[in-house]
């Protein structure tokens, strides 16, 4: 019986030694035991790391939020771009000119055509100028005024200005001031730019060019031919 409590006794004592018993002894069969009285402690998340972790995912979730709604708004505008890109070239342009130059249109003095993104217009020289002169009638130096005021509007554009005659040579004192019919017909389209840039039209966007009869739109054998080779055109295009 001694033996076997100072077997007990003993290994209590290695318990202490070893640090693996509690300061409180508790006898046992006329020894002591130590026992553990604090269990390993479990390591859990504190509250105030979970609201942490919570306000940084809505941080993010706003984020991602703000950023879809941005890309959204570029969706928006690309697609409103398109939308205008893909609208027929210089669509206003044509209609406010026909709307502008109707009497004209049905007196025919002038016809204007569109073909994809140019713009032509025909001016009957009886309309601008009187036979076998370069300066503007009153009533055709407001036609292409109003012409310009319209083609102000089209700044991205060039605007040609070109003058055209028959194919009869010039003839009498006349030759003295117009050696050539390109001569007369230069001068002519010159007078027809400074108009159009009377009304707005952007001066460093016009050009005047005079070709005499050599691009004629009907044939020089009869008058009526003829009378459709003078003019002057004023043409929208590209630059």
Not at 43 to 70: F, G, N
Not at 163 to 170: E, L, M, Q, R, S
């Amino acid at each position: 019986m001694n033996g076997k409590r100072f077997l007990t006794g003993s290994l209590c004592l290695f318990g202490v030694i070893t640090g693996g018993c509690s300061d409180n002894p508790v006898c046992c069969d006329g020894g002591y035991e130590y026992r553990y009285r604090n269990p390993v402690p479990v390591v859990e998340a504190k509250a105030d790391d979970r609201d942490e972790r919570l306000t940084a995912l809505e941080r993010d979730r706003q984020r991602q939020l703000a950023a879809t709604a941005q890309l959204q708004d570029q969706v928006a505008e690309l697609q409103r771009q398109l939308a205008v890109r893909q609208e027929p070239p210089l669509t206003k342009t044509y209609d406010d000119l026909l709307t502008l130059l109707r009497p004209e249109i049905e007196r025919g003095a002038i016809t204007v055509q569109q073909s994809g993104d140019q713009i032509t217009i025909h001016l009957a020289d009886r309309l601008l100028f009187e036979s076998g002169e370069d300066h503007l009638k009153a009533a055709g130096a407001e036609v292409l005024r109003k012409v310009g005021s319209i083609l102000r509007s089209v700044q991205d554009r060039h605007l040609r200005v070109t003058g055209h005659t028959d194919n009869v040579p010039i003839g009498g004192k006349l030759i003295e001031r117009f050696p050539t019919n390109t001569v007369l017909s230069r001068t002519r389209a010159t007078h027809a730019r400074q108009a159009l840039e009377q009304g707005g039209a952007v001066s460093d966007h016009i050009t005047a060019e005079g070709y005499g009869e050599s691009r004629p739109l009907a044939s020089n054998a009869t008058e009526d031919g003829r009378r459709k080779n003078r003019r002057v055109e004023i043409v929208v295009l590209p630059k």
